[in-house]
């Protein structure tokens, strides 16, 4: 099958590897003829072309692979791909989880595949494992750790009794953090890989501004200190859970007791569960990231829609996020009046009541330096 690849960074550039140095009678059916690149100056050999129609257009090339990150030129470009009859696989969760259910229903009717296995876990086959588990049973809820920058600042905080601004730079010289690091530390990140998640375990398309979000931005040594006086480590954990109709789902550090999956996952790695009937709890860890893990899962795919496996289609419903669950809280800064106080820490901490994610909203929004963590029960 020939291929078309868009990006040549960290992750195009290790599809390429992969498919052009580990041949063998598996990956031998898959051959890239072109690749997209962005400069001038990456244009080094006679494949690379940065006209997007050179591989839009040719009809030889049967499979685009988008590995360019962001959400545009890289929607347009698949797009443009799906509507001229090619398959597609992305690792691209920013862009397929804003518009997945405009690119899913056009796949659908083209007839061609859209797969996405590398956008959620990097080297983890989690697509894969929700599907295997919906063959036999429904999944009830999921959870995890799918964020390797935020992980590795977390892990090193506990481990050092450093602050985070010395993690966030040690993660940004070591190239797990980026320079600008908003949408890990906020938890934007998380939340695109949830909604995704949401998709492939429940066939809802949830947009990811509308699931409650929290991130670690504001996170100190005296919330660390708290968590580890009470036996907890803190991890930041995207969950979803679906009942009777009703989607949950959300973005928030929560306190996990040490000793347990969660706490022990370390530096850069993701922990991912699911809970079914028969299956029960099944926890999947490896490498959130990187270039060759996270291409590996790139060329599973590419591989499933070469040898053409049965792999159905989404039959997606558009959900709304019930803000009405509530969710019990550690909450550092602001002011949180006394009806939603179940304990007092110190001066400026506090314990929650059970709280509904809109109400948490309502208390927390727009109140600098506030540090919320979900106190599991």
């Not at 890239?32 to 244009?43: A, N």
């Amino acid at each position: 099958m020939q291929v078309g690849l868009l990006g040549h960074g960290v992750v195009g550039s290790g599809v390429r590897r992969i498919i052009d140095g580990m041949s063998n009678n598996k990956t031998a059916c898959l051959c890239i003829k072109r690749i997209l690149v962005k400069d001038e100056i990456e244009m080094v050999e006679e494949r690379m072309t940065r006209n997007i129609d050179d591989i839009i257009l040719d009809r030889d090339i049967q499979l685009v692979v988008e590995c360019m990150g962001g959400k545009e030129p890289a929607h347009t470009f698949v797009k443009r791909a799906l509507e001229n009859g090619k398959n597609v696989v992305t690792s691209n969760k920013k862009m397929l989880a804003s518009y997945g259910d405009e690119l899913f229903a056009l796949a659908h009717q083209k007839g061609v595949k859209l797969l996405y296995e590398a956008s959620v876990g990097g080297g983890i086959p989690w697509m894969a494992e929700l599907r295997r588990i919906r063959r036999i049973d429904e999944i009830e809820s999921f959870e995890g750790i799918f964020n390797g920058t935020t992980n590795y600042i977390l892990s090193r905080m506990e481990a050092e009794g450093c602050e985070f601004h010395e993690m966030l730079a040690q993660a940004q010289s070591l190239g797990y953090a980026e320079r600008d690091p908003s949408d890990d530390i906020d938890g934007y990140d998380v939340a695109y890989k949830t909604a995704l998640t949401c998709l492939a375990a429940f066939d809802c398309f949830v947009d990811p501004q509308d699931i409650p979000v929290s991130g670690i931005r504001n996170i100190t040594k005296k919330d660390m200190n708290y968590a580890n006086e009470h036996g907890f480590s803190i991890k930041l954990l995207g969950k979803g859970r679906k009942k009777d109709g009703i989607l949950q789902c959300s973005v928030m550090p929560c306190f996990v007791p040490k000793g347990g999956t969660f706490a022990s996952v370390p530096l850069n790695y993701n922990a991912i569960s699911s809970v079914s009937e028969t299956l029960g709890r099944a926890v999947f860890t490896g490498q959130g990231a990187g270039s060759l893990p996270t291409a590996h899962a790139v060329v599973q795919d590419m591989l499933d829609i070469a040898t053409g496996a049965d792999i159905a289609d989404h039959s997606i419903t558009p959900c709304c996020v019930d803000e009405s669950a509530e969710v019990t809280c550690y909450i550092r800064g602001g002011s949180i009046p006394f009806p939603y106080v179940a304990e007092t820490v110190d001066e400026d901490t506090v314990i929650t009541v059970p709280l509904s994610y809109a109400k948490l909203k309502e208390l927390t929004d727009n109140t600098r330096g506030v540090m919320v963590i979900e106190v599991k029960k």
